[in-house]
């Protein structure tokens, strides 16, 4: 069986691939329209997703980030966003692969939060946060593409094709 982090990671990168493809079909005026949501748009609700990947998996793959807020706008444009996205799911999986076979999901992470202050917690957890953060602004994106004339995708884990899992 695979270790449930890797199968979370793998739907992740399944799920924002659906997603991308989706939000592909739209028009630019609908993608940067201004909605009402935690971030005030498609665009910038999708970027702050990779922002606080960048953030994350920095903390995670100690590498450090340099995302200097939880709003910014890592990339102008879709296509540049949809490149980076790529690169950062696979960054995603390498990282978690990593920490699952070098047993560290039950060790604790120290990192400096955005406001500047130390934070201790277990590596788990903050994997768990990563998920959980993503399925929740993937489906703030649903809700706004549901606005549009694209039809959102279905992103639930029990669509995900999880061979061998």
Known sequence: MEPKFLVLARWTVWANRC???AC????????????SSAFPSIHLT?????ATD???????????HSIPSLDYEVCPDFPS????RGKED?????????LVEEGRPSAMLDYISMDGRPQTMRVDLVLSHLFLHHAHHRGQVHCLLSQTDVAPPS???TYFPREGT
């Open 19 to 21: 997603l991308y493809d």
């Open 24 to 35: 592909a079909g739209l028009a630019q005026e609908e993608y940067y329209k201004r909605r």
């Open 46 to 50: 999708l970027n702050h997703l990779l």
């Open 54 to 64: 960048r953030i994350w998996l920095g903390r995670l793959s100690g590498d450090g």
């Open 81 to 84: 966003l949809r490149l980076a």
């Open 90 to 98: 696979d960054r995603l999986t390498g990282v978690v692969q990593r």
């Open 155 to 157: 992103l639930d884990l």
